[in-house]
Every structure is written in C-alpha cells, then in structure tokens.
C-alpha cells in the first residue's frame, strides 16, 4: 500500500504547516484551489501531504490518508460491500486523478487514482 494523498484538516493551518516544515524540513507551498485551499508538500517516494481548513461547518479537523489505488471504481465498491458508507463518490481533481472517501468503523478512509 502507498499513500499518495495525507490530508490535515485544522482550523490552524499557518501553525500546522509551520510545524511540520520545522520538523521534517520540508515546505508547503501556497494554497492550492485543486485541494480545497491545501498548502502541499512533496513526500518522499512521491505523493503530497494537504493542509487545510475544514471546507464546510460541520467538518471536523482530521487526518485522513489516502491509499492508491489500481481501480477506485472497484475499490469503492469493496468498501461497501465490507459496510463502509461513501462520504465521497470517486471525484475527479484535473490534473491530479480521482479521490473517493469512505467511512468504516468510525474512521474516514481515502482512495486515490492516477
């Protein structure tokens, strides 16, 4: 498994980006419009870290992963068929490929695909 998308979501964005840049030496560029505003960084091995604001008033801060996927489609469907409740369909970002969200157990889950 590769996560190709780590997303944070903070009402404390400047802080958070602050934080990591002076602990893991990277820097988070300005906000991305394609990301809902995330400031991004590169991970190693490929893949971006997100941070942003909640995009809507009852979105609570979080960190979510997203996993690469070969097919979301599929992915998606295996997701509901363990019982999970799609939060997000699969959603093209241009550019950038397909995302979905999932929540099973309580936990919000992403997938990704080029």
Not at 38 to 44: C, F, Q
Not at 101 to 109: A, D, P, Q, R, T
């Amino acid at each position: 498994m590769l996560i190709q998308y780590l997303e944070i979501v903070t009402p404390d964005v400047n802080a958070t980006c602050d934080a990591l840049e002076q602990m893991h030496g990277v820097s988070f560029g300005e906000p991305d419009v394609g990301f809902g505003n995330a400031r991004t960084a590169a991970l190693e091995g490929g893949g971006k870290i997100g941070v942003r604001a909640p995009l809507r008033e009852d979105e609570h801060p979080v960190v979510r992963p997203y996993l690469l996927v070969e097919d979301i489609e599929a992915a998606v469907n295996a997701a509901q068929a363990a019982g999970a409740q799609i939060a997000i369909p699969p959603m093209e970002i241009p550019g950038h490929g397909k995302f979905a969200i999932y929540i099973l157990g309580g936990i919000e889950h992403g997938l990704w695909k080029h």
